[in-house]
């Protein structure tokens, strides 16, 4: 794919990118994986690195790289560790709404400070009862002059305890256009997170709850207009979230067959390298078409985004080919492994649950081939990535 989608640019990206994981964050993961929290000092390191800003333009100090980059930034990453590609890709989902729905003095005060690192931004739409049913949530704001009063509970909130500005969607109405967007600083009152849940994987990045009780939010932290929180939530998990999440996985995926590769160099059969054995060669050979395939999916979804064309297939299409190729090859570099990769001396283990957390955020892989076969049917109504390939200007909240 060198010289069709990347350029001497992201190589230089994704080395300086990769450099740094290898020495900042790879001596991190035994602390990480041995206290089963978010590390708040790794994450203010990384976001000090100007990686969060990827897709900010550069009138409002970010990189103005583009998708694949942000793509590439991601994945190097989570190839050392997924806790902290999850925290980038979590961090730059939160701006996204940002991105694209807030109005000019919204922009000038917080895109410049994601872009420096000084911001961990978050995005909560999701409840306990409605789960990725958007439409369903029960979450409320209810206008009180030049305020609003928020109050419910978001669950899985990517960045939870790091989080600076939570995106909040919530109930004003009625329908789907009952919904409204809004940003709430983490230290205003009546805003708090619940008690840090340890989990299967992801050890060192926090996805956790918040609770709004009489939360007071002024009219001016409204993202766009009311009505509009459906469309804040819609086009973040259409257009970041699935390319974020198919980045994470993918740096997993890379790192699954870069262990699985030097363990079978290792290790001797009969006299010879693993790797001999005809069994594990076709293995490897799966690992490896796996991959490839998964990040060709990958790389031709985001650069038709960074291209603005049409492309909401090809990103569901991305994140189901890489979250399910993870896993599956999870669960293949296991088999090699054999017993050797039920023990935490080598990092398969880690590889396989930290696959496992890609699965559900923005769209199982259910809801991945419904959405397919509305493509295959031609039952599309329109698309997000068409939509948003322009930033919309919106007048200051009134």
Same mark, same amino acid.
């Given at each position: 794919m060198?010289?069709?989608?990347?350029s001497?640019?992201?190589?230089q990206?994704?080395?300086?990118?990769?450099?740094?994981?290898?020495?900042?964050v790879?001596?991190?993961?035994p602390a990480?994986?041995?206290?089963? #929290?978010?590390?708040r000092?790794l994450?203010?390191?990384?976001?000090?690195? /100007?990686?969060?800003?990827?897709?900010?333009?550069?009138?409002? /100090?970010?990189?103005?790289?583009?998708?694949?980059?942000?793509?590439?930034?991601?994945?190097e990453?989570?190839?050392?560790?997924?806790?902290? /590609?999850?925290?980038v890709?979590?961090? %730059?989902?939160g701006?996204?709404k940002?991105?694209?729905f807030?109005?000019?003095? %919204?922009?000038?005060?917080?895109?410049?400070a994601?872009?420096?690192g000084d911001?961990?931004?978050?995005?909560?739409v999701?409840?306990?009862?409605? /789960?990725?049913?958007?439409?369903?949530? *029960? *979450?409320?704001?209810?206008?009180?002059?030049?305020?609003?009063?928020?109050?419910g509970?978001?669950?899985?909130?990517?960045?939870?305890?790091?989080g600076?500005?939570?995106?909040?969607?919530?109930?004003?109405?009625?329908?789907?256009?009952g919904?409204?967007a809004?940003l709430?600083?983490?230290?205003?009152?009546?805003?708090?997170?619940?008690?840090?849940?340890?989990?299967?994987?992801?050890?060192?990045f #926090?996805f956790g709850?918040l609770?709004?009780?009489?939360?007071?939010?002024?009219?001016?932290n409204?993202?766009?207009r +009311?009505?509009?929180?459906?469309?804040?939530?819609y086009?973040?998990?259409?257009?970041?979230g699935?390319a974020?999440l198919?980045?994470?996985?993918?740096g997993?995926?890379?790192a699954?067959?870069?262990?699985?590769?030097?363990?079978c160099?290792?290790?001797?059969?009969y006299g010879k390298?693993?790797?001999d054995?005809?069994?594990?060669k076709?293995?490897?050979?799966?690992?490896? #078409?796996?991959?490839?395939?998964a990040?060709?999916?990958?790389?031709?979804?985001?650069?038709?985004?960074?291209?603005?064309?049409?492309?909401?297939? +090809?990103?569901?299409?991305a994140k189901?080919?890489?979250?399910?190729?993870?896993?599956?090859?999870?669960?293949?570099?296991?088999?090699i492994?054999?017993?050797?990769?039920?023990?935490?001396?080598?990092p398969? +283990?880690?590889?396989?649950?930290?696959?496992?957390?890609?699965f559900?955020?923005?769209?199982?892989?259910?809801? %991945?081939?419904?959405?397919?076969?509305?493509?295959?049917?031609?039952?599309?109504k329109?698309?997000?990535?068409?939509?948003?390939? +322009?930033?919309?200007?919106?007048?200051?909240?009134v």
């Amino acid at each position: 794919m060198d010289g069709y989608f990347t350029s001497r640019i992201h190589h230089q990206l994704r080395n300086r990118v990769r450099d740094f994981a290898e020495r900042e964050v790879r001596p991190l993961i035994p602390a990480m994986e041995t206290s089963r #929290s978010v590390h708040r000092e790794l994450s203010r390191l990384i976001a000090r690195q /100007g990686w969060l800003g990827a897709t900010i333009s550069r009138d409002h /100090g970010g990189m103005g790289a583009g998708h694949l980059a942000k793509t590439i930034i991601i994945e190097e990453l989570a190839r050392v560790s997924g806790a902290m /590609g999850a925290m980038v890709q979590a961090s %730059q989902l939160g701006a996204a709404k940002i991105i694209h729905f807030g109005n000019d003095s %919204q922009k000038k005060i917080w895109l410049p400070a994601i872009a420096a690192g000084d911001c961990l931004p978050t995005i909560a739409v999701t409840e306990p009862e409605s /789960g990725g049913h958007v439409l369903g949530m *029960a *979450a409320t704001a209810v206008r009180d002059g030049d305020d609003y009063i928020l109050n419910g509970r978001k669950v899985y909130v990517g960045n939870s305890h790091v989080g600076d500005l939570h995106g909040v969607v919530v109930r004003t109405g009625p329908g789907s256009r009952g919904l409204t967007a809004f940003l709430v600083e983490s230290d205003r009152p009546g805003c708090s997170t619940g008690e840090q849940l340890p989990a299967l994987g992801l050890h060192g990045f #926090s996805f956790g709850e918040l609770f709004f009780r009489d939360c007071r939010v002024p009219v001016r932290n409204r993202l766009g207009r +009311e009505g509009d929180g459906l469309s804040v939530a819609y086009s973040s998990s259409v257009l970041y979230g699935r390319a974020n999440l198919t980045a994470v996985s993918l740096g997993i995926h890379q790192a699954i067959l870069d262990e699985t590769r030097e363990f079978c160099a290792q290790r001797h059969r009969y006299g010879k390298p693993l790797h001999d054995l005809p069994t594990i060669k076709l293995k490897l050979g799966k690992l490896q #078409s796996r991959l490839m395939t998964a990040r060709l999916a990958a790389y031709h979804a985001v650069h038709l985004l960074d291209q603005g064309l049409p492309c909401d297939a +090809e990103l569901m299409n991305a994140k189901l080919i890489n979250v399910e190729s993870a896993i599956d090859s999870a669960r293949s570099a296991m088999e090699i492994h054999a017993a050797s990769g039920l023990f935490t001396d080598r990092p398969i +283990e880690r590889y396989l649950r930290d696959a496992l957390h890609m699965f559900a955020p923005a769209g199982t892989s259910d809801i %991945q081939l419904i959405r397919l076969a509305e493509v295959a049917l031609g039952q599309v109504k329109g698309q997000w990535s068409q939509r948003l390939s +322009e930033v919309v200007r919106l007048e200051p909240a009134v």
